[in-house]
């Protein structure tokens, strides 16, 4: 038996890795988004392609999946039903119906709690007209949970119904026939199955029925080694590694004969993987915020750590005796068991970084097939300001950019190369001021991040001519200035896109600019091979110096000292492997893998030490010894975290979960911070191309035309809204103000909607104050609460922007544990604050519960709250224009955390500085609240309407209309 275990394990290893082989092959490979009835295209008309394990057809923005029309038929859908799940927070599905030239009826379905389903007409270039609306309660389900769309069609009547409960229904007879297609709208979607049924006629009269009906499973790979038989194939090449090696050494001892050895093999060998298991499952309940269950976490890591302390026992007490099982005679054994194991960990480590690079070197290779676009034309001048931006769209990869670049002084030119949406702030930007505290580098632009690629330079000189000339390719980006290189970076991370350019800020000049793109053969993309093999290297290298220095500190043999540290590096890497989301790593599994792996090596060192050299002269130099194998020990979780939290993507919990502390970097500029800081630039669609939902205002601002800037969160910028109907209230204030009478004679009025997604008042200030200006607002009217009364409860932000903005501020990289723990803590004190709100629900106890909290920081939410509308309206008063405050509201005017603290504090400030306060609760209630918002927070257009009906009084009389 002996001799078969090392065959045994080398041949369950082969076909675990042919297996993992197999499934990441199929991660790579791409696949034309067609079936039977439909097929699918992306933003340039072009086929879609997809990868081939995904369980459905990933739709982004722009993307169309189109029924196809039978040929030389007249045929009509009767029902359609598609089973649709959200993939980001934003995201919507489109569904036109018939569409018929320019004419078309479109279902909007909104998911969410509850999700908002709307019936809109359009046609040609008019504003679509909403015919109906509804909300449907989903209490208790996953946001991004699929959605099952039932359309019933029937001459001029069609009814939609969402999971099986009745929506909207239509009567209208302008369209009887026309195409249908499904497209996703301000996000991603995954389209999971559709079916179709209707009849056709031909052209002899006869009409037939037809069901057609597709579960996307074309999509997917065809693959020999489905999910569960690779999961079972490694767990048995690793359960049947330990249980071979310790049934070997005890049926040697005989002491209990071969069935007492493949009991004990079997429990041994369970115990690892057990572990393993516990400390994935522990850390995937405890991931979702507020989930209650955080004390999941330690509790799995002590039930690993104590599995393997009580397996090194077992093993201890295994290796004690005489013969086959003895130290001396086990040293082959241990050599095997270090070697394999040593692999599997290196093998592992590969494989979680293979799992989040391969699908962005499958975008790339499909990059590399998109024909590059056609040459722009050059152009011999470009001004750029801040409202003005550069789009070359397209699938652009490899480009070449030459320019002759003035800049303003304190201006910056930014040149965002390949992005995906350039509505969106994300992609790999390069970054040239003329402000000398900053400098000219790559960035890394996500919606989590704004960070330096890469090697950078000093800032340039204004007002001068400078020769620029940038390239990508590949993977590589460069930047020169006057024949100089002056920033370099590689990210893999956008393989293709558009080119945007703006001035942020200031403004810039760019003279002869060309455009080129010299395209490259599809096989000069390398594989993620290298990647992944030196990320296995990391492992390997790393529990081999682990070894080596145990054994020279504890006069152990090496072999011995190496199948310790291999016991502690591969549950570390197998814990990473199956509890990290999506391949990365977070600071709480960092930290809690590092102790781990500190505890275990500790454990194998003392048992190998106890067991070897027990009572020898070297035991007294144990204690002073030990804690360089465990610091070393320790390098394990490092190795993997720098091998990839560059590359990854997180998921659309973590970040709704994110805060300010998430930023780690260099000192920022206080001026600058709307433009640098990550959660500032998070879904703000300005400094994506700088437009404000779409459209673009002039600077300076054209004379006679007065100007408002609406500022607020989701409810203004108008979340849920599709942005061509105009929906939001900013858009239809504008829209009354066009329409009103005016005695003095017609008057231009422009309402800007600076809104973004998640805006608080202290970054909506900044935004106002550095970039919005000079947009010379007549008039401001800010709409705050209900993001406000959970950021301000959550933690103290301005006094960490008043840290990170301070001179001489560094972030080293030691500080994330310490970031991380403000932010567990900043969330305990929200979570403590809402239960108790929760459990008295009462408008005048929320601040005494939030005395009777532990809190680091003195001032209550609504004394900050108070604060920053004293800094808003300080601010109208020293730059000359009016500002309108607004009172938020909340679905049926519920009682809500700090809401009665915060409307006072409004009035308290208004009354101070002479402003005007809007409460709109009162005409909501007026006009029935039932359909007027989708949730408790956005309303509807119905709901806007009201909002811009209650301001248009207030914000003629103060532009004196």
């Not at 393989?495 to 060309?514: E, F, K, W, Y």
């Amino acid at each position: 038996m002996t001799r078969l275990v090392p065959l045994l394990v080398v041949l369950l290893g082969a076909l675990a890795f042919v297996g993992h082989r197999d499934r990441a092959h199929g991660a790579a490979l791409r696949v034309q988004a067609r079936g039977d009835f439909w097929h699918a295209v992306d933003t340039d008309g072009a086929p879609l392609l997809l990868p081939r394990n995904e369980p459905g057809v990933r739709l982004t923005t722009g993307d169309v999946l189109q029924l196809d029309e039978p040929e030389s038929e007249l045929h009509r859908y009767e029902t359609l039903a598609f089973r649709v799940a959200k993939l980001d927070t934003g995201a919507f599905v489109q569904i036109d119906l018939r569409a018929d030239g320019q004419a078309a009826y479109r279902i909007v379905v909104v998911p969410g709690d509850p999700v908002g389903v709307f019936a809109v007409w359009r046609e040609g270039d008019g504003e679509p007209v909403v015919l109906e609306r509804a909300q449907l309660p989903r209490p208790d389900s996953d946001p991004f949970a699929p959605l099952r769309i039932n359309l019933r069609l029937g001459g001029p009547r069609f009814s939609v119904s969402v999971d099986d409960e009745p929506a909207i229904r239509v009567l209208d007879e302008r369209l009887a026939h026309g195409a249908v297609s499904l497209s996703a709208r301000d996000g991603s979607i995954m389209l999971r199955a559709l079916q179709a049924k209707g009849s056709s006629t031909d052209q002899s009269g006869r009409r037939e029925s037809f069901t057609w009906f597709d579960d996307l499973g074309d999509l997917q790979a065809a693959s020999p080694w489905p999910r569960r038989q690779r999961s079972a194939l490694i767990a048995a090449a690793f359960l049947l590694a330990w249980f071979g090696w310790v049934a070997a050494c005890w049926c040697g001892r005989g002491t209990r004969g071969p069935a007492g050895g493949v009991v004990l093999g079997a429990s041994v060998g369970l115990m690892p993987l057990a572990a393993v298991a516990v400390l994935a499952w522990g850390h995937r309940v405890a991931r979702p915020i507020g989930s209650g269950q955080e004390w999941l976490v330690p509790f799995a890591w002590g039930a690993a750590l104590l599995g393997c302390a009580l397996c090194w026992k077992v093993l201890a007490a295994v290796s004690s005796g005489s013969g086959p099982g003895n130290p001396v005679a086990r040293r082959p054994w241990s050599l095997a068991i270090g070697v394999v194991l040593t692999a599997l960990a290196a093998w592992s480590a590969s494989e979680h970084v293979g799992r989040a690079l391969e699908p962005l070197h499958a975008a790339e290779q499909e990059a590399l097939a998109l024909a590059p676009p056609a040459p722009v034309p050059d152009r011999p001048q470009v001004d750029l300001g801040p409202h003005d931006a550069l789009l070359e769209p397209g699938p652009w990869r490899d480009v070449e950019i030459r320019a002759d670049v003035v800049l303003q002084p304190h201006s910056a030119l930014q040149l965002r190369l390949r992005a995906r949406d350039p509505q969106v702030p994300a992609g790999v930007t390069f970054v040239l001021p003329s402000d000398p505290r900053r400098r000219t580098t790559f960035m890394r632009e996500e919606a989590w991040t704004f960070e330096p690629l890469g090697s950078g330079s000093p800032a340039v000189a204004p007002e001068r001519s400078h020769a620029l000339r940038i390239t990508a390719d590949g993977r590589r980006f460069r930047a020169f200035l006057d024949g100089a290189l002056v920033a370099e970076a590689r990210s893999l991370a956008h393989p293709s896109g558009a080119i945007v350019g703006m001035a942020a800020p200031g403004s810039v000049r760019l003279t002869n600019l060309v455009v080129r793109s010299p395209g490259t053969a599809a096989d000069a993309v390398p594989g993620a091979g290298l990647e992944r093999l030196l990320a296995g290297l990391w492992i390997a290298g790393l529990i081999l110096l682990v070894a080596g220095l145990a054994a020279w500190l504890l006069d152990v043999p090496w072999i011995r000292a190496w199948e310790a540290a291999a016991y502690a590096g591969l549950p570390l890497v197998a814990a990473l492997w199956l509890a990290s989301a999506g391949g990365r790593m977070g600071t709480t599994l960092t930290a809690h893998a590092a102790v781990a792996s500190v505890l275990i090596a500790a454990q194998g060192a003392w048992v190998q030490r106890s067991s070897a050299a027990s009572g020898s002269s070297g035991a007294g130099r144990l204690a002073p010894k030990l804690g360089l194998v465990l610091a070393c020990a320790a390098l394990c979780p490092w190795a993997i975290t720098s091998a990839t939290r560059r590359q990854l993507v997180p998921a659309n919990a973590m970040l709704n979960g994110m805060s300010y502390t998430h930023w780690r970097g260099e000192r920022l500029e206080p001026d600058l911070l709307y433009l640098t800081h990550p959660l500032a630039r998070r879904w703000n669609h300005y400094l994506a191309q700088h437009r404000f939902r779409g459209r673009a205002f002039a600077v300076p601002k054209p004379p006679g035309t007065r100007r408002v800037i609406a500022l607020g969160g989701s409810s203004t910028w108008g979340f849920r809204l599709p942005v061509d109907l105009r929906a939001d209230w900013p858009s239809q204030l504008e829209e009354l103000l066009a329409t009103r009478d005016d005695p003095g004679g017609p008057v231009e009025v422009e309402v800007v909607n600076a809104a973004y997604p998640g805006a608080i008042g202290d970054r909506l200030y900044r935004l106002l104050r550095d970039a919005l200006l000079p947009f010379e607002p007549d008039l401001v009217v800010l709409s705050l609460y209900y993001n406000d009364s959970f950021a301000l409860s959550r933690g103290n932000e301005q006094q960490y922007l008043a840290q990170v903005t301070a001179p001489g501020f560094t972030r080293p990289a030691w500080a994330a544990l310490a970031d991380q723990r403000e932010d567990e803590r900043s969330k305990r004190a929200l979570k403590d604050i809402m239960a108790a709100f929760a459990r008295g629900k009462d408008e005048h106890t929320t601040a005494a519960l939030w005395d009777g909290l532990d809190h680091a920081d003195p001032p209550s939410p609504p004394e900050r709250f108070a604060a920053m509308l004293t800094r808003f309206a300080q601010l109208a008063r020293d730059e000359q224009f009016e500002l309108v405050l607004v009172k938020e509201p909340v679905a049926g005017d519920q009682v809500k955390l700090w809401k009665p603290e915060f409307y006072a504090a409004m009035d308290r400030v208004a009354a101070e500085y002479g402003l005007i306060v809007v409460d709109p609760r009162p005409a909501l209630a007026a006009r029935g609240e039932a359909h007027l918002f989708v949730d408790e927070i956005h309303p509807t257009p119905a709901g806007n309407a009201v909002l811009a009906g209650e301001l248009l009084p207030v914000v003629t009389e103060h532009l004196g209309l």
